[in-house]
């Protein structure tokens, strides 16, 4: 997949509208994807997850808590794709 994220907008109770650079959007409910614990606390507060961003080095979105979520997971959930099976060739 490796498409990035390039637009991020919140909308309530913890739910992110995401477009992706191919195209592809969709609104992800983030409180089904993680627990608010650890790094992922201060999204509890949804004005804090409001501050939601773009990290472009990256293609992803993150929070200042350095929370991040991976892009591959949420492209496969909006486009309802499987996440490749990316394996590692060894050469001996």
């Given at each position: 997949?490796?498409?990035?994220?390039?637009?991020?907008?919140?909308?309530?109770?913890?739910?992110?509208?995401?477009r992706f650079e191919d195209g592809v959007e969709?609104?992800?409910d983030i409180s089904n994807l993680?627990?608010?614990?650890g790094v992922f606390e201060p999204l509890q507060d949804e004005e804090y997850?409001?501050?939601v961003e773009l990290n472009h080095e990256l293609g992803t979105i993150q929070w200042q808590s350095g929370a991040d979520l991976?892009?591959?997971v949420l492209y496969a959930l909006i486009s309802k794709q499987?996440?490749?099976?990316?394996?590692?060739?060894?050469?001996?």
């Open positions: 997949m490796l498409q990035d994220i390039v637009v991020v907008e919140p909308r309530e109770n913890y739910q992110l509208y995401i969709g609104i992800v993680i627990k608010f614990t997850f409001g501050m991976d892009p591959d499987p996440i490749p099976n990316y394996q590692l060739s060894r050469t001996t």
